[in-house]
């Protein structure tokens, strides 16, 4: 008899590295840390915004207006920028932006792999258009209903943010510390 014919995609599902119920400091105080760091990188984002903007202001003085019409290319600049920002940071071996750093933060994908570039920038863009399609209480509100603090764009995209100095403290044997 001949033994049955498999057919498709073989998938390796991996469980999740970090457990809540063994390690329930990785997530301790995670959502407000999270708040201010959001602060913190919208500081330094807008920033170099600013201070292009102010240029662009008084560029268009000296030319008599003329220099004005580059600020057209303010938005598509910011967003250009963001995503840069985004990107780099999380690709970072720290896998934070700025902002984590500063909180002790660090994201990770749910299987415990270090963030990267496009993962990152994703990220970002998530965020924003739910932040811009007023869907921003529904993305807050799920971080309190799970005991992993993830907020809505972080399950869609299957990462989860922890503790940085909480990570150090988790045996190295633990899942997430590949």
Same mark, same amino acid.
Request: a positive charge; one cysteine or more.
């Given at each position: ?51 292009? &903007?102010?240029?662009? *202001?008084?560029? !268009?003085? %000296?030319?008599?207006? =003329?220099? @004005?019409?580059?600020?057209?290319? $303010? ?37 415990? &792999?270090?963030?990267? *570039?496009?993962? !990152?920038? %994703?990220?970002?863009? =998530?965020? @924003?258009?739910?932040?811009?399609? $007023? ?44």
């Amino acid at each position: 008899m001949s033994e049955p014919r498999r057919i498709g995609v073989t998938i390796d599902l991996k469980p999740h590295a970090y457990d809540p119920a063994l390690h329930p400091e990785l997530f301790e105080g995670v959502l407000s840390r999270r708040i201010i760091a959001f602060f913190i990188d919208l500081v330094v984002i807008m920033a170099p915004v600013m201070l292009v &903007a102010i240029f662009i *202001f008084f560029f !268009g003085l %000296v030319t008599f207006g =003329l220099g @004005w019409a580059l600020f057209w290319l $303010l938005s598509p600049g910011t967003v250009i920028w963001a995503l840069i920002y985004y990107g780099a940071t999380f690709a970072s071996p720290s896998s934070a932006t700025l902002g984590m750093r500063a909180m002790g933060l660090t994201m990770r994908t749910w299987y415990g &792999a270090p963030c990267y *570039f496009v993962l !990152g920038a %994703v990220h970002a863009v =998530l965020f @924003w258009l739910s932040v811009g399609t $007023l869907i921003l209480p529904i993305l807050l509100l799920t971080g309190f209903f799970n005991a992993r603090r993830r907020l809505l764009h972080d399950v869609l995209l299957g990462t989860v943010v922890i503790n940085g100095a909480a990570l150090a403290s988790v045996p190295p044997d633990y899942p997430g510390t590949r």
